[in-house]
């Protein structure tokens, strides 16, 4: 089906623009339970119901244990210059003022604290 979009009306084209949504959907839905069929049609050939499956899915009980405690923050090791209050650690990226310091041809160990 085609449609001469150039010659709809903006009415027009909002209510074509819901249609397809709708239909859109609709199709989703249908697509939706189609595979649902198809998944339960596979367990059933492997002996089980889509419920065992989905119950073997479940993350596990023994989860990985978040650390609460804080990172310690490093301890400033370079220090930019000509602003003293930007520091790096050395370690993790390079920030600018330390790239731009190296490209000057300033030796790194000029910028220790």
Do not use: C
């Not at 449609?3 to 697509?31: G, P």
């Not at 990985?64 to 405690?69: A, E, I, L, M, P």
């Not at 370079?78 to 370690?91: L, R, V």
């Amino acid at each position: 089906m085609k449609f001469d979009l150039k010659n709809l009306t903006r009415k027009q084209l909002e209510k074509l623009r819901s249609d397809i949504d709708i239909a859109l959907e609709k199709l989703a839905e249908r697509d939706r339970k189609a595979a649902l069929i198809a998944v339960e049609k596979a367990a059933k050939a492997h002996g089980f119901t889509l419920a065992e499956i989905a119950a073997d899915t479940k993350p596990s009980k023994t989860k990985r244990k978040v650390s609460s405690k804080a990172k310690p923050v490093s301890t400033p090791k370079y220090a930019n210059p000509e602003n003293k209050s930007q520091t790096w650690s050395g370690k993790g990226r390079q920030p600018e003022w330390f790239k731009t310091a190296l490209a000057s041809g300033t030796k790194a160990n000029q910028l220790l604290i």
